[in-house]
């Protein structure tokens, strides 16, 4: 574990996490050497989180949520408020999606408070893509309630949702409770 102090605490190495997928792909390794151990195509890895159910593995022992228990200010400075539940605000991960992940909407912080957690707003800066790539990120313009709640549980909610073709370097802002997908085609951090 770290020394601690009032001020500042060394960089810490961190344990990568990574989760094969079967929308995965094999991006990553050839991107950044990152290898699934058993083969499988990956669909992301987890670089740096703290979460209620785990959080990222010091290479030198301990973990990040013991050193928010231990100065969170040393951790993250004066300035910056800590998530719900006392832990590091951010989750940096990479996401190699190469067939379509399911339109999702994450709560804010109001509606995740009655689940016992923090809202979940992304952003995503696009790292490669293929020609098939495609975002998904909120309603196309005019699309009304009625108009959604006849669409919503068929295959004419595709017609609905705003959908472009990323491009390398873009970063994609998608505050908690924007409908949203990425992939196919498409690795973002």
Partial sequence: MPTMSRTAIKPVPLERVIQSKVWGGHHLETMFGIRSPDGQPIGETWELFDR?????????GGTLRELMQLDRRAVLGRDVR???GDRFPLLFKFLDAQTELSVQVH???AMALAHGDGGKSEAWLVLQTLANARIV???????SRAAFELAAHGPEIEDLLYQFAPKVGDCIWTPAGTVHAIGPG???F
């Fill in 52 to 60: 209620p159910e785990a959080g990222s593995a010091l290479r030198t």
């Fill in 82 to 84: 800590p998530a719900f």
């Fill in 107 to 109: 709560p804010d912080d």
């Fill in 137 to 143: 990120r909120g309603f196309k313009p005019g699309t």
């Fill in 186 to 188: 498409a690795v973002v």
